[in-house]
């Protein structure tokens, strides 16, 4: 019989749509969590795009487009 | 040492601590295990080849495959499409002269990239590669240095096995030197008696030689003495003759 996982350490894309609300409520939200949740993100990204021997566009390109993409989004309200 | 001293004296004081001053601090070391963990990251894994693969420059390679099972190849691009023109037609995206002047900043920002990529990558890709082979030369130059010392201290190591060799040569120098000594003085006392006994020998040779020289001298001082005048004359007047006789007998021979 394999353990059934705990409903707080399944992964994003293992979470059925119907409990979403609840895995999201049991996220952590303390302020040392969001630090840590951010270094998470930072460190996949830079991993996975930046820290490599043959670095391509890839990398700074999908950041500069997020950040046009962000600052079209504040900048203009009617949206 | 300072804590053992004062960890015996504690103990001296209070026979209750007795129990405690067993506990020196090699047992309290003794008992913890250090490094128990498995080593992560060690050795450090290498850097990988290429990054994550990135489609149009903008989308990672993931989104595709994600929609591939549901929608073959061309469904992400059919997406994308659909999103640019709803947000054209609903004016989510409003077109402004700005717009003009981003798409021929982004054509040529597309149109460099294209045919200058491939040879700043590569130039860039040669500085890395520099960069990381000092480091790499450092580090092999630590390791080196200290796999030296390490043959060296395992070559002193067994010379130490080697050292009765020295004290065996040192025992025989000592004992050659005893044995010189030994002779040397006992000819010297050799010597010495030697020298003694020969002296007593001499005195007595010397003695008796004395002796009788001193009777010789004094027989002849006695015969000369008792030698009368008479008969000083009677034996010169025979002498002659005899002389005499001989003479004569010498010239008739001839």
Same mark, same amino acid.
């Given at each position: 019989l394999a353990a059934a996982v705990l409903l707080k350490d399944t992964k994003l894309m293992d979470v059925k749509l119907g409990q979403l609300g609840s895995w999201l409520a049991m996220r952590d939200f303390t302020p040392g969590g969001i630090m840590g949740a951010m270094r998470r993100g930072y460190d996949r990204y830079y991993n996975k795009y930046?820290?490599?021997?043959? $670095? $391509?566009? $890839?990398g700074i390109s999908m950041l500069l487009a997020g950040y046009m993409v962000l600052s079209y989004m504040w900048s203009y309200s009617h949206i | 040492m300072l804590s053992r001293v004062v960890l015996s004296a504690a103990a001296t004081a209070a026979p209750c601590l007795k129990n405690a001053a067993a506990l020196g601090p090699g047992v309290l070391q003794a008992t913890r295990a250090f490094h128990t963990g498995q080593p992560r990251l060690a050795p450090l894994p290498p850097l990988p080849e290429y990054g994550g693969k990135v489609r149009l420059g903008l989308i990672p390679e993931e989104f595709f495959q994600f929609l591939y099972p549901k929608t073959g190849v061309t469904g992400p691009y059919v997406l994308g499409t659909g999103l640019s023109l709803y947000f054209l037609s609903k004016e989510i995206y409003v077109i402004t002269p700005e717009t003009f002047s981003t798409i021929s900043v982004v054509g040529l920002i597309v149109y460099v990239i294209k045919k200058y990529g491939a040879s700043f990558g590569e130039f860039i890709d040669k500085l890395n590669e520099e960069k990381i082979a000092q480091l790499e030369e450092v580090k092999q130059s630590s390791m080196k240095q200290i796999q030296d010392a390490i043959d060296m201290e395992k070559a002193q190591q067994a010379l130490v096995q080697k050292r009765h060799y020295l004290f065996d040569v040192q025992r025989n120098n000592i004992a050659l030197a005893l044995e010189v000594t030994y002779r040397e003085r006992l000819h010297k006392a050799y010597k010495e008696v030697k020298n003694r006994l020969d002296y007593h020998i001499s005195v007595q040779n010397m003695m008796r030689r004395k002796e009788e020289e001193h009777m010789i001298d004094w027989v002849e001082k006695h015969v000369v003495k008792s030698i009368s005048v008479q008969q000083e004359k009677e034996t010169i007047a025979k002498c002659i003759e005899d002389l005499k006789l001989l003479a004569k007998k010498a010239q008739a021979q001839p």
């Open positions: 930046i820290n490599v021997r043959k $670095g $391509g566009l $890839g | -």
